[in-house]
């Protein structure tokens, strides 16, 4: 795991002063700590050590990596922002020989909501298209492959119904296909994939109440939507 210096409020108050100049003295960061010289070089040695900052000559300044981070920064609090997660959540759907409509649904088999049947999908990584992080999970977690189409944003905050807590905060981009190849894999770690109907889906003790919501928003041609959704702490 990459090390992150919002652990240390001293490394947060030198990359906030860099954020604000193109570059500084070694006397000029010190001011903004308490610090003995010490204390403070070994702060500054760990930031460069990380690449989040460099040193050339006598002055610093931040790298590409350290300018990304500490744009992340609320400078009015001094910390790093947390931000909402930027998911995939992917529709792949089929018609049975009696005409019914039938989705590939997963049920979570990891923590958090251990249990609960939802749509398939995951975290976008770094420099992925939505199309390229979408065939990435389907690949990776039932062994096929879709045309996929690019269809909904939906913003989805969950809150313990007891104290109001946010719980998660994720955005997701959803996508959807009829056109799919490959055997599916049934199990994984960390999930189970199973096609059912909607009403197949109802009958499943823990759901995500979204899913039915993703699917009448794309039939609808609704192309974004924010929602809020409670759960009891022991269902998270």
Known sequence: MSYEPDAHPNQVAILRH???????????????TDLTSDHFN????KLIEEKYVIKVEKVYKLTGKGKEYANRMD????????????????????????????????????????GFWGRLGGKMRWG????????????????MTANFEYKLLYHKRDFDKQTGKLLEDKIFLCVYATEFSGELIERFEGGYNRWMTQAEFHQQEKRFESVDEFMNLM????????REFHYDASEY
């Open 219 to 226: 039939d609808q041609g609704v192309t974004f939507a924010e």
């Open 18 to 32: 860099l954020l604000f100049t193109p570059q500084a003295g070694f006397a000029d960061l010190q001011k903004t």
């Open 128 to 143: 992925e298209t939505v199309i390229e992080a979408a065939n990435r999970e389907l690949l990776e977690e039932t062994g």
């Open 42 to 45: 070994f702060h500054i040695k």
């Open 75 to 114: 400078t009015d609090e001094n910390e790093i922002e947390r931000q909402p997660k930027v998911s995939i959540v992917v529709t792949l759907e089929r018609t049975t020989a009696t005409g019914e409509r039938e989705f590939l649904y997963q049920q979570r088999l990891k923590n958090p909501y251990y």
